[in-house]
């Protein structure tokens, strides 16, 4: 008996993960352009709209409609999209791939192998080891477990500001997949199910970056870009912002970089377009970087549509039908803000560093200049650690001049302020606190991890670009 109670444990912290991909599957089965995704793509989109869909449902209803923080609710919240999109799926009929699309190449080969030895590992040390970060056990897991008691998003414990609590207002959308988890499981207070639902982000990254990337340059150079972020050390085995810990930066840059990328694909469609919204409104609901970035991929994305439609000498009727995508995306996210900021107002803000009381312009000018001598040397010490990143942000920069070509055509502009959005909200963060040193050395490497799923998504066509300047070298020299 105490084996199988011991097999119990992981195998429903397990289930937790597959019903949360599952509810994500069925919406995707809904968006004609993640429709025709192989299985392996439409899993990684699911999950991240599997856990945007529990985790807001379970906000919106606790907050608005007093719905109890439960296994039925999460149940049934779960259960509506997969019966969504077993319908949508039994309506289209099998769908049969010719055999040449079933042929693995090399570059996906070692893909899969390196990301899928990461991620077992990964799933291995979520299974048997307990919850070892500071900020996950202090702020996210503290969180889910106030929720999970309390029964509501409105827990007592945060809108009474005598308790002492950590950041009472962080968005908490993965708090509410850690309650999804926990009461899927019914776990005690001292189990740790939820720590598969922070290692599943990384495949579902992974897989989100190749599916997005293949839009764009094919499969050879998507696998190997997928394949360069499942080496990266610090996304994966960090345990204070990777897939290691239960930190909300990896989340939030799934999050974050998927949504965006749909919204930047050739024509964007309604089903893209609410897919994007619900990823960004997840994004807005998983940390607060996450509200100003959403708002921003909605921007550039918009901006982008509407410069590549002047381009092509469009009318504006026309390019108003291709922006409603973009509409029903930020609908969404608007949503999504109304919701966190309706819950805000009940809960008193404190132990909370409270940046955007600082960032005027008198607080930001001149420390963001006045202070780069300081913070600088400590930003490429961390970008230089081997532990942490190789040399990836050593031969970036090489790839991106070798093959920049490849970057011609392409959505490079939004992708790159996309990337560079995150290091901004940081720097302005780093331009106020009044730790000076403190803050950059424990940051910043999780700060580039929310920008990578687009710097992720440049280098893809620098990297086709490189492999097609090869070949015709060789060529010339044959």
């Not at 001049?401 to 392409?410: D, I, K, Q, S, V």
Request: glycine share 8%; with cysteine.
């Amino acid at each position: 008996m105490a084996e199988i109670a011991a097999l119990a444990e992981p195998l429903a912290a397990l289930a937790s993960v597959a019903l949360l991909t599952a509810a994500g599957a069925g919406l995707a089965e809904l968006v004609p352009h993640l429709a025709r995704l192989g299985w392996p793509r439409r899993l990684g989109y699911g999950y991240l709209l599997g856990v945007a869909w529990i985790g807001g449902g379970l906000f919106a209803l606790s907050h608005f409609a007093g719905a109890p923080l439960s296994r039925t609710t999460v149940v049934l919240l779960a259960g509506l999209p997969i019966a969504a999109g077993l319908a949508a799926r039994w309506r289209r009929g099998p769908r049969r791939l010719p055999l040449r699309r079933l042929r693995p190449r090399a570059a996906e080969v070692a893909a899969i192998v390196l990301g899928g030895a990461v991620t077992l590992g990964l799933f291995a040390d979520a299974l048997t080891q307990p919850l070892a970060d500071f900020d996950g056990r202090m702020t996210w897991a503290a969180q889910a477990r106030y929720l999970r008691a309390a029964g509501t998003v409105d827990a007592p414990v945060l809108a009474r500001s005598r308790w002492f609590v950590t950041h009472p207002q962080y968005p908490p959308l993965l708090p509410l997949a850690q309650v999804a988890a926990m009461e899927l499981a019914g776990s005690g207070e001292d189990e740790e199910p939820f720590r598969p639902l922070y290692a599943a982000f990384f495949p579902a990254l992974l897989l989100a970056v190749y599916a997005s990337a293949r839009r764009w340059t094919g499969r050879g150079p998507a696998a190997w870009t997928a394949a360069a972020a499942a080496a990266l050390p610090f996304l994966s085995l960090a345990r204070d912002g990777g897939a290691a810990g239960a930190y909300s930066d990896l989340p939030l840059a799934a999050f974050y970089g998927a949504g965006l990328a749909l919204l930047l694909g050739a024509q964007p469609r309604a089903g893209d377009g609410w897919a994007a919204g619900a990823l960004l409104a997840g994004a807005a609901l998983a940390k607060n970087e996450g509200a100003p970035l959403a708002l921003f991929a909605l921007a550039i994305a918009a901006a982008w549509t509407v410069r590549r439609a002047r381009r092509r000498r469009l009318p504006w009727r026309e390019i108003a039908r291709r922006l409603a995508p973009h509409a029903l995306a930020a609908a969404l996210v608007l949503a999504a803000l109304a919701l966190l900021a309706a819950w805000r107002a009940g809960i008193p803000n404190r132990f909370d560093e409270a940046y955007a009381a600082h960032f005027g312009p008198a607080d930001l000018w001149p420390a963001a200049v006045a202070r780069i001598p300081a913070i600088a040397p400590i930003l490429g010490r961390r970008m230089a650690a081997w532990r942490d990143w190789a040399l990836f942000w050593w031969v970036l920069p090489v790839v991106f001049w070798a093959g920049r070509r490849g970057l011609r055509g392409r959505p490079a502009s939004p992708l790159a302020l996309a990337a560079l959005a995150p290091l901004g909200i940081a720097w302005a963060a780093y331009s106020v606190h009044p730790n000076l040193l403190y803050l950059p050395a424990v940051t910043w490497d999780r700060m580039l991890v929310q920008g990578l799923v687009p710097l992720l998504l440049l280098l893809a066509p620098a990297l086709r670009a490189c492999r097609s300047g090869m070949r015709s070298r060789a060529a010339t020299a044959g």
